[in-house]
């Protein structure tokens, strides 16, 4: 009877060791999941820093280019208004330069009408000396 009690007190904790190697077993494959959840978990917190960290890039990389187009509407606009300013003085420059053109032949034209005037008058004035001197002669 002793032994009886004895084998069945073994018994009883052979089935608790059996238990507790089962409850043990369980665990380790709980710890396992929850390892390989956590590693999960970690990884997608890493792509997440990762994707947070891609978009500052991004946001950085979109406010320097909206600076960078800034600048540049900035110079386009510089530009545009330089090409404007330099038609108008070249036009400015055109135009000038015909008033001087034409202010020239219209001196070169006086010239020339007063040269003929002149050579008019002499002719005038050599008849009348020619008349003069016939005048006199007859006399």
Known sequence: MFYTKLENEQESLQEQLDEEEEAERSLEKQLAVLNASTAAYKKKSEKGADARKLQAEVEDLTMEFDSRRGKVSVLEKIQRKFVQFFADEKAISENEKLETMQNKR?????????????????????ELERKREQLLQSK
Do not use: A
Request: proline share 0%; net charge negative.
């Open 106 to 126: 219209l001196k070169e034209n006086k010239i020339l009408s007063v040269k003929q005037d002149i050579e008019e008058k002499e002719k005038c004035t050599e």
